[in-house]
């Protein structure tokens, strides 16, 4: 059994891989903020009802390497879709990238990023005491 | 890893912003460059572009400094008859640079280098938190 076994792991993991996917799109914006016509990207947080539907779920076994994996089942790698953001800000070369948004988001994402990691962190935290470790 | 492209695709736009500045800064140094033969045309101010472009690598739109163009613009005369640049007239034309349009330019240009440079250091904090992850 490994920790991408357990549910809360695995969502946690598409949690912290979603902020990471989200750090590079706000980079891209703020790379581009001089560039004519360029719209500002975001990227659409996880449904979180969604992962609880799917986290529980059981995927088939393969007994055989020639078997199809089943879908559903905790992990696997998510891909996350960035999409374009109704910019309000329109300067004449027609970029609408709103360098204080983007600075918000990126300490916002930062900031979630770390409460996701401290949370993960006291997960390991509770099996360790589970197992019957001694924990700091 | 991802963060890691996030740090990249800021660097390429802290470049680019570099870019501008030294382009800037050519024009400043430029704004009282006449011509050296009589009645020829001074000094042309420059403009950079940004181009933006699909990085396959780092699966991104990434920025870069397009060409330095010429701007086009009326040059300004100023009466001087002894100056060698001095057409039959008398008059020496002068470049067309504004070091007030220079000064917001290269404020602009530090603004979003900035920005780019803040990318870097949250990016970088998520990374180090976890990195920080396998101490625990």
């Given amino acids: 059994m490994t920790t991408s076994d357990v549910p809360l792991f695995s969502m946690l993991r598409t949690r912290m891989q979603?902020?990471?996917?989200?750090?590079?799109?706000?980079?891209?914006?703020?790379?581009?903020?001089?560039?004519?016509?360029y719209r500002a990207r975001d990227v659409r947080a996880p449904d979180f009802?969604?992962?609880?539907?799917?986290?529980?779920?059981?995927?088939p076994t393969r007994t055989d390497s020639r078997h199809i994996a089943g879908t559903g089942g905790a992990g696997g790698s998510t891909t996350f879709r960035a999409h374009q953001t109704r910019g309000t800000v329109s300067t004449p070369d027609g970029n609408r990238v709103n360098l204080e948004d983007e600075m918000l988001k990126v300490a916002q994402n930062q900031m979630d990023y770390q409460a996701v990691v401290g949370l993960y962190q006291r997960s390991l935290g509770l099996i360790r005491t589970a197992i019957g470790k001694k924990t700091s | 890893m991802d963060f890691l492209k996030s740090i990249r695709i800021a660097?390429?736009?802290?470049?680019?912003?570099?870019g501008r500045m030294r382009v800037v800064?050519?024009?400043?140094?430029?704004?009282?460059?006449?011509?050296?033969?009589?009645?020829?045309d001074p000094?042309?101010?420059?403009?950079?572009?940004?181009r933006t472009s699909f990085d396959r690598e780092l699966q991104?739109?990434?920025v870069q400094l397009g060409p330095v163009r010429p701007v086009a613009g009326e040059f300004q005369t100023r009466y001087d008859p002894n100056n060698p640049a001095a057409d039959a007239r008398g008059y020496v034309k002068l470049p067309n640079v504004s070091s007030l349009i220079e000064g917001l330019d290269l404020r602009e240009a530090q603004r979003?280098?900035?920005?780019?440079?803040?990318?870097?250091?949250?990016?970088?904090?998520?990374l180090q938190r976890t990195i920080d992850m396998l101490r625990a």
């Fill in chain 1, 18 to 37: 979603w902020h990471q996917d989200r750090q590079k799109v706000l980079a891209e914006n703020v790379a581009n903020a001089d560039t004519p016509r």
């Fill in chain 1, 49 to 59: 009802g969604q992962m609880t539907r799917t986290a529980g779920a059981s995927a």
């Fill in chain 2, 11 to 18: 660097a390429g736009g802290m470049r680019a912003q570099a």
């Fill in chain 2, 25 to 40: 800064a050519e024009n400043l140094a430029n704004a009282n460059s006449t011509a050296q033969t009589p009645g020829g």
């Fill in chain 2, 43 to 50: 000094y042309r101010r420059r403009a950079p572009t940004f």
């Fill in chain 2, 60 to 62: 991104a739109t990434t």
């Fill in chain 2, 112 to 126: 979003s280098y900035e920005a780019n440079l803040n990318v870097i250091t949250s990016t970088r904090r998520m």
